[in-house]
């Protein structure tokens, strides 16, 4: 058990630096592709195919061979084309919502499906009385089983 703890240990802390290298490093073409979004068809650059998009393409590698940062690159982007050009909208001002709403969505639905699970549990076949013509079926059936 412990091998197995000290070895997950080991692939996380890898992981998280190898993560770290890529992020205090250069940047590649395909760590800004999926976080940047092609004005003409509005999709990641990782998935369109628009002239303007392999245009974005050669800009981002020609800012990565002049040494800018990935936020640089970004900030760069984002003035030529605006905000929208940004894949994940920012954490601040009205697109906060864009976050907290998803978020809000999912809790309230827990809480609905945790109500009505927490209902339904308390409910028992007690509270709610067999009317006398059942009982009388019931007792019948469990008379001929019995003998």
């Not at 997950?8 to 992020?23: D, E, I, N, R, S």
């Amino acid at each position: 058990m412990r091998r197995a703890g000290l070895a997950l240990l080991v692939v996380v802390l890898a992981a998280a630096a190898a993560g770290h290298a890529t992020a205090a490093g250069r940047p590649t073409v395909s760590d800004l592709e999926d976080e940047v979004v092609c004005p003409t068809c509005g999709t990641t650059l990782d998935m369109s195919t628009a002239p303007i998009a392999d245009r974005m393409r050669v800009f981002i590698r020609a800012r990565i061979a002049a040494g800018d940062s990935k936020q640089e690159i970004k900030d760069a982007l984002v003035a030529q084309f605006g905000p929208a050009v940004l894949a994940e909208p920012p954490k601040r001002g009205f697109d906060l919502l864009a976050w907290l709403l998803p978020i809000a969505g999912l809790l309230s639905a827990a809480a609905i499906v945790g109500y009505a699970t927490w209902r339904w549990s308390r409910r028992s076949a007690e509270d709610e009385p067999l009317d006398p013509e059942d009982e009388r079926r019931l007792d019948d059936a469990l008379a001929r089983f019995e003998g």
